[in-house]
């Protein structure tokens, strides 16, 4: 699966050699303008942790162990949560973010990886849109983004069965907190403490 053509949203519908008037980007502004839906969200998270790493060329691959690939090697593991969600709240989310263990895929053999489960990442970066106001939400503001970078290791020598962890919860394990701008430093930190 490797070698997908990143597209443009110019790319017109088509029928039996007829165009369309609607293009890809019409169904990407239909599919994925509620950035505050968890899915979109999500993939959000990934792209924005991936432009820091300076990651972001190239497609998204889907169903592979780990979300993005640092430059000098080290694998992230992207997880994203938010205060505010796309349906009516009557007060913030409580923050928690998944850090089950799987199994891994390869989409490449469509094979799983033999158990045990594990943690595929060497490094986690966790993504919080931090606003909790509905009306001030703006997930393209990454000013509005903490990171919370933490190595793998931990994660496995700390809570090594747990599938779920609070904001509270991974704060005790000090990971390393960043703004947008020092994403891959921390990645690069937690890596060699992983070492």
Known sequence: MSGIKRLTGSEPFHSDGAHTKATLLDFWR??????RSNATRGRLAEFVVAMD?????????EWVSFDLTHPNGVSVEVKSAAYVQGWKQRRPSVISFGIAPTRAWDPDTAEFAPPPPRRQAKVYVFALLGEKDASKLDPLDLSQWQFFVLSTSILNARTPKQKQITLGALRKLEPIEVSFGGISAAVVNEAKRAA
């Open 53 to 61: 790493l300076n990651a972001a060329e190239g497609v998204r691959r």
């Open 30 to 35: 239909w599919a994925d303008s509620d950035l």
